[in-house]
Each structure stands twice: as C-alpha cells, then as structure tokens.
C-alpha cells in the first residue's frame, strides 16, 4: 500500500519541499524495482549455472528468470510480466516487492473529503493507479487519528459530519480484501462468533477446511445465512422463519459476507501407522493426559476405546500388572 501526500500544508513541510504525488509515487516504485533486480540478478546468476546441466525444468526456469531479470531492467514491475503459473512458480519464492498488488491511499485534508472531487493531485493518482492496475481510496490520516480515539456513538455523528459512511480504515481493509481476492465467511454459536478468510470461488468444502481439515473430509451441506438477512432479522430463528436459509451441497461458492452453519460427519477410522504410534503409545489417550480405557483394561483385551475412539488391542509390555501399550489393529 501507498499512502501518498495529496494536499498542501505550510505547517506540514515535504522533505523534498514541495507536494508531488507522481514524483513521490516514483520515487518509491524505483526504490522497489531495484531492491528486486537485485534479487533476481543473484537468482539468473544460480539458474544459468544449473541450466549448464541440461535439465528441462532447470533449462525452462533459467530462460523464465532471464525473461524477468530483462523485464525489471526495463523498468517495468515483476507483477507486469506476463507469464503463465507455471513460469510464476520458477520465482514465486523470491518474494518480489514489485510482483504485489498494489493499493495507493490518497491522504487529503478534511475539506476534501468524501471522494477528493476536484484535487488535481488525487486526479494524478487514479491517473497512475489506472495504468499500473493498481486501486486508489481517499482518507484523511488527521481524520482517522481522531475516530480512533472517539467512543462508537460518537463515531457515527463524527463521520456524518465529515459526510463519510464509513471511516478510512474499513474503507482500506475493503479495498485490500478485494485487490486481494479474498473474501469473508462467518460461523456463530452461542459461546463465539468468528470470521474466516478465504479466495474468491472457494468452494464449501475448502472453505470448511479453515476451520477443521475433518469438516472437509465429511462435508454433508452448508446452511447458509447472507448477512444482510442476520443483521435486519435478529436471528438465526428469525432468519429461518422467514425462509431466508439456505441449505448448500459441495459446488457451492462461499460469498463474501455468508453466515455459514456445515454439517459434516466423520466415521471413526483405525489409526494406522505414524498415526498410530502416535495416538495410541504407550497407552495413553490422544485426548490428554489419562490413561486410554484399552490400556485400562486386562491385557489382550480388544475394542473401541471409549476414551478415544480408537479401535485396538491391549498388549502388556512385560507382565500382567506393567504398564500397557494399545496397538492398532
């Protein structure tokens, strides 16, 4: 993100002693640019090395790298390149400051709020932000300072007064999620709500897989609320009265904003293996600190631990009274 200085302030000195956004704007995306030549210089250097041993895949990378380190040369970002996944993947890892999205945030005066309608220089900026892709929000930061320390209900009267909806701050976190491509979901219970993050066209099943890999594994449905319908009816009851619910199989596409109930059910399974020896050693209970049932038990005793879940068998390490190991079956 780029927050670029868009309004003029005797009181508030420029270090380059007059307000440019475009030459401030520059200046950054060079700074940036050459920290990443840098990096992909040494990057050419090891991939040609390894192309000398005839690889394919280090021959394709090698060539992809070359491509990019002359791209970057030419003052274009990395994020400009074109390049399939596969060519991405041969310098993903690096890390490239110029690969990343980029999102300017226009910093005017209170006068200019809400949309900076008329500011030449915040004209400059949605000017440049067009050309490199990039997306721009108007804030005011003195602003923000000030709603930060206000209590919630005066923060409603402050913003109305200001003729904004909503403050900088939730404007920006909107503008990344979307530059981003990532969208919320929400679960509710009666002992927590929470909020889980996920890509545009994530399918139920994935995004059930931000809460418990299991919930993936034995995904039945999803009962889906839209928020807008929780929040005008109350309730989940209210919700369901009102035949706003509902029920979703596994080509679903969680929608940003979605109140999200999964049904899903996991059938106990023998551990094997790792998982095994992990779970079951010893014969304590992959719940805790007690002893599992099996262990419990008279040896060679077979069964379903009713502790932890586990099928096995009771096998006594030296005698009768040492302690047991549970094995799988």
């Not at 602003?143 to 920006?172: H, M, Y």
């Not at 979605?258 to 992959?286: C, I, K």
């Not at 600190?289 to 009713?306: E, Y």
Request: net charge neutral.
């Amino acid at each position: 993100m780029h927050v670029v200085r868009c309004f003029d302030d005797p009181d508030v000195v420029h270090i380059d002693g007059s307000v440019d956004p475009a030459r401030d704007i520059e200046v950054i995306d060079t700074e940036l640019l050459l920290a990443d030549l840098a990096t992909v210089s040494k990057r050419a250097d090891r991939a040609a090395r390894s192309a000398r041993t005839g690889d394919r895949a280090a021959v394709r990378d090698a060539e992809v790298v070359a491509r990019l380190h002359a791209h970057l040369q030419s003052g274009q970002p990395a994020r400009a390149l074109p390049a399939t996944d596969l060519e991405r993947a041969a310098y993903s890892d690096l890390g490239l400051l110029t690969a990343k999205p980029v999102l300017f945030a226009a910093n005017v005066a209170e006068a200019d709020l809400p949309d900076a309608a008329g500011n030449a220089m915040v004209d400059g900026v949605r000017a440049i932000a067009d050309k490199q892709g990039a997306g721009v929000i108007v804030v005011c930061a003195e602003a923000e300072a000030q709603i930060a320390e206000l209590q919630p209900a005066e923060r409603a009267e402050f913003l109305a007064d200001l003729r904004l909806e909503r403050s900088g701050l939730d404007q920006l976190t909107t503008a990344a999620y979307r530059l981003l491509g990532l969208a919320t979901f929400f679960t509710a219970g009666p002992k927590e709500s929470r909020a889980w993050t996920v890509r545009h066209g994530t399918r139920a099943p994935r995004a059930a897989r931000e809460i418990h890999s299991d919930i993936e594994r034995g995904f039945i449905r999803a009962e889906v609320i839209a928020f807008d319908d929780y929040a005008a009816l109350g309730s989940e009851a209210a919700v369901r009265d009102a035949g706003k619910l509902r029920v979703e199989g596994k080509d679903y596409v969680v929608r940003d904003g979605d109140v999200v109930h999964f049904r899903f059910n996991v059938g106990r399974r023998p551990a094997r293996g790792r998982e095994a020896s992990t779970a079951l050693e010893q014969g304590w209970s992959r719940y805790g600190d007690q002893p599992c049932s099996l262990g419990r038990g008279r040896p060679w005793r077979s069964g379903r631990c009713g502790r932890c879940g586990w099928w096995g068998v009771a096998v006594p390490l030296r005698s009768d009274t040492a302690p047991l190991r549970v094995s799988a079956v």
